[in-house]
């Protein structure tokens, strides 16, 4: 009897030290973290699948070519497509067109010929081979149902080693990808928060010169090395170095405020919402439009229009893109300084030593 009461008294000990040690390392701080940890997976396959799994055109930029009373007819045409995938416009004329599109104004054009049953279909599949392919599957439908017949012609097609149109998307998120790491890496070896002003400015300038070399090294790898991309290898390199430095601004000004936590607000902009926004896989007007609404404000989806532009657009339409990279960057900046000035400013003065 003893015996068992022994054994009995031993698995009870054991079991209240075991859960003693889960207590210890189960902290309500690492709790909260391993929620943080599940909210951040829901909410990834949330918006990836969100944004991702039924894309369709809507309200696509589009411009129509044609005699006066033509056009009228064929713009309300257009504009009585179920689902209103094109949100058309009447446009002077085929070089005009082809400028508009240039200037990324338009995503195609319909070059009417009304002195004979074939018309032409302008696009540009630089700026997503999907959404082009869609408007020539659209058109032609169209077109069809009168009769005519659609020649496409691809004014600023996309190169033959960039599948899909896809390059610039992983350029961006791979220099996206630097700049958060590099900061998270930062946060990890030397505390979350800045201890001070000089320290901030540190991290900073680590940053940058990080962005400079992990910026030239996407425009190398993207344009001489491997042929994905046209385009001014320096553009992109500078470009590159925007997206990185803009990522991991944000990413040590977020941690300056929020802690380690920090990170995880990081991946929630840049991954979790910036990614599937960002106009990679589906052009902006194929997105559902919470998606296509944030994508231009975001890093990434900023970074994807920028690239495409020097790509493919003879750096048009760059200014906006430019801006949003900026301001990231620059809030980056005085966020982090600001955060090393208040933790700076609670740190104890050393002890005076008395002769």
């Known amino acids: 009897m003893s015996k068992i009461v022994g054994a009995d008294s031993s698995r009870n000990s054991s079991r209240n030290s075991f859960l003693d040690e889960v207590k210890t390392a189960v902290t309500p701080r690492a709790f909260l973290l391993v929620l943080g940890v599940i909210a951040l997976q829901v909410l990834f396959i949330a918006s990836y699948v969100g944004a991702l799994h039924a894309p369709k055109p809507s309200d696509v930029p589009f411009g129509v070519t044609a005699p006066p009373a033509v056009a009228e007819r064929t713009v309300a045409r257009l504009e009585r497509l179920p689902g209103a995938p094109l949100d058309p416009r009447t446009v002077t004329d085929e070089a005009n067109a082809r400028k508009q599109i240039m200037d990324r104004e338009i995503d195609g054009a319909l070059v009417v010929n009304p002195a004979g049953q074939a ?182 989806g900023a970074g994807v229009w920028a690239a495409r532009s020097i790509a493919y657009f003879d750096d048009n339409a760059l200014t906006g893109a430019l801006l949003v990279l900026s301001a990231w960057a620059l809030a980056g900046i005085v966020i982090t300084m600001a955060a090393g000035l208040r933790h700076g400013r609670r740190e104890p003065e050393p002890p005076v030593r008395t002769p």
């Open 119 to 300: 018309d032409t279909l302008l696009v540009a599949s630089g700026g997503g081979t999907l959404l082009a392919t869609t408007l020539q599957s659209l058109v032609t439908e169209v077109e069809a149902a009168d009769g005519r017949q659609v020649r496409t012609v691809d004014v600023a097609p996309a190169a033959g080693q960039d599948f899909d149109g896809l390059s610039p998307f992983y350029l961006v998120v791979g220099w996206c990808v630097g700049g958060y790491l590099c900061a998270s890496i930062l946060a990890i070896s030397a505390g979350a928060r800045p201890a001070n002003p000089r320290r901030a400015a540190i991290r900073l300038i680590v940053m940058a010169l990080v962005a400079i070399v992990g910026g030239l090294g996407g425009a190398v790898v993207v344009g001489p090395v491997l042929d994905a991309l046209p385009g001014s290898v320096t553009a992109l390199w500078a470009l590159g170095a925007l997206v990185t430095f803009a990522v991991g601004a944000a990413t040590l000004a977020l941690q300056g405020v929020f802690g380690i936590v920090g990170i995880g607000l990081a991946i929630l902009l840049v991954v979790i919402a910036g990614n599937p926004s960002a106009g990679g896989a589906f052009p902006p007007p194929m997105l559902p439009p919470f998606w296509e609404a944030i994508g231009p404000a975001l890093p990434p």
